[in-house]
């Protein structure tokens, strides 16, 4: 299995315009999660989808923001209009959820670095 | 999820072995012990995890105390590439819920 796949993996963009970032996830799972990182703030949760419905997006930071899962093998985060402050790495994972315990591993793609200027 | 403590940095020699412990004294009994680890510039990887037993694999070991209060992660024989900020997380499986990452502690291989 090729893992989770990101693209772009690098985006410079300019303030006021609109990013789009991809997820394929790793074929089977039915969990699909994004993050952010930043020095500051470290790893964070953003929104979470489990069989393509969005089930938690309280992590999401505000409107400018929205995720979308279209399918299984399907996933993007939009940020409109885009702001300096929203540069970080953002990384896709997921896992699937499996009746034997303590195995809803998540796997994470190689992340998108986003450069707002 | 209870909370995990990690020392922020470690140094260990090349081709020794790497034990980097974790405290989790508010553990509770369903909550699983996980840990990743993150190369710069790379998502976070995988490793290991366990609920009571020891565990072992490819990567590394997992000792978790009898009142699994603490546990170590061991790589037997550390290399240049296991340079990497590794993460220690308490969690109950089977949740779908998020990973939380805490700060984890900065592993510097020596050569």
């Known amino acids: 299995d090729a893992g989770v796949i990101q693209s772009p993996r690098h985006e410079v963009t300019e303030m006021g315009q609109e990013v789009t970032l991809r997820c394929k996830p790793i074929s089977g799972h039915d969990y699909l999660f994004w993050y952010r990182q930043t020095m500051m703030r470290g790893l964070e949760l953003l929104i979470y989808?489990?069989?393509?419905?969005?089930?938690?997006d309280s992590g999401m930071p505000e409107d400018r923001f929205s995720a979308k899962m279209p399918n299984a093998s399907f996933s993007t985060l939009k940020i409109q209009p885009s702001e300096p402050r929203d540069s970080a790495v953002y990384f896709c994972a997921s896992s699937l959820m499996q009746q034997r315990e303590g195995t809803d591993t998540q796997y994470f793609g190689p992340g998108t670095r986003l450069t707002v200027l | 999820d209870a909370k995990t403590t990690q020392p922020p940095s470690m140094d260990c020699a090349e081709g020794r072995a790497a034990n980097l412990p974790c405290n989790h004294s508010t553990i509770s009994g369903n909550e699983y012990v996980y840990w990743y680890r993150q190369i710069h510039s790379q998502g976070p990887q995988y490793i290991i995890h366990g609920l009571k037993n020891n565990e072992t694999n490819e990567m590394a070991s997992l000792i978790i105390t009898e009142d699994r209060k603490s546990s170590t992660l061991i790589l037997p024989h550390a290399t240049l590439r296991d340079t990497a900020v590794y993460y220690c997380?308490?969690?109950?499986?089977?949740?779908?819920?998020?990973?939380?990452f805490g700060t984890g502690t900065s592993l510097t291989v020596i050569p």
């Open positions: 989808f489990n069989n393509n419905v969005p089930i938690d």
């Open positions: 997380i308490v969690r109950v499986a089977n949740t779908g819920n998020q990973f939380y």
